[in-house]
């Protein structure tokens, strides 16, 4: 009734690619040194990392897709409200972190910890420096508003791309 049928095409060890079975880039948080921990969190490295982004490419290439300048007012805009968004992120961050520290300070007083109270000093110091600094940028982004460093590379990117497509046009020219 059932017949047998032999299987003569399939190799007797397939190749399996290692791949399948290993992933080689793993990501570990364990691994993560400690400043890329310290940046992916809402702190002043958030906001350094930010600030130290350049938008000259983005610029040139908005012009060559949308050389019109209400675009690159928008586009300003955004920026500016991305600055402000990573601003608060990394305030609010600082400001839990110090009543908790105070919290922290004031408990273990209590209890007569007075290492631990001069480790949760020092870390809150090391707090209010960086929140003072966050404030300090954020009034320094307001008071310059559009020379902001981020705007400028921009702006500059915008300008080359727009120059960039009228010299390609009068190229097409032969005079």
């Given at each position: 009734?059932?017949?047998?049928?032999?299987?003569?095409?399939?190799?007797?060890?397939?190749?399996?690619?290692?791949?399948?079975?290993?992933?080689?880039?793993?990501?570990?948080n364990q691994a993560m040194p400690?400043?890329?921990?310290?940046?992916?969190?809402?702190?002043?490295?958030?906001?350094?990392?930010?600030?130290?982004?350049?938008?000259?490419?983005?610029?040139?290439?908005?012009?060559?897709?949308?050389?019109?300048?209400?675009?690159?007012?928008?586009?300003?805009?955004?920026?500016?409200?991305?600055?402000?968004?990573?601003?608060?992120?990394?305030?609010?961050?600082?400001?839990?972190?110090?009543?908790?520290?105070?919290?922290?300070?004031?408990?273990?007083?209590?209890?007569?910890?007075?290492?631990?109270?001069?480790?949760?000093?020092?870390?809150?110091?090391?707090?209010?420096?960086?929140?003072?600094?966050?404030?300090?940028?954020?009034?320094?982004?307001?008071?310059?508003?559009?020379?902001?460093?981020?705007?400028?590379?921009?702006?500059?990117?915008?300008?080359?791309?727009?120059?960039?497509?009228?010299?390609?046009?009068?190229?097409?020219?032969?005079?």
């Open positions: 009734m059932f017949e047998k049928k032999s299987v003569t095409n399939i190799p007797a060890n397939p190749e399996i690619p290692e791949d399948v079975f290993i992933e080689k880039n793993h990501v570990n400690n400043e890329e921990i310290e940046v992916a969190q809402n702190n002043i490295h958030m906001v350094y990392s930010f600030l130290s982004k350049d938008y000259h490419q983005t610029g040139y290439e908005d012009a060559l897709v949308n050389p019109d300048t209400s675009y690159r007012i928008e586009k300003v805009r955004e920026i500016q409200g991305d600055l402000e968004i990573v601003i608060w992120k990394s305030r609010t961050f600082y400001e839990d972190a110090i009543r908790e520290l105070d919290f922290l300070i004031t408990s273990r007083s209590r209890l007569g910890m007075v290492d631990v109270v001069d480790e949760l000093k020092m870390r809150k110091e090391k707090a209010d420096d960086h929140y003072n600094k966050i404030l300090e940028l954020q009034k320094e982004a307001m008071e310059q508003g559009e020379s902001h460093r981020l705007i400028i590379s921009y702006k500059r990117g915008f300008q080359n791309g727009m120059a960039a497509i009228a010299i390609h046009e009068s190229n097409k020219k032969h005079f």
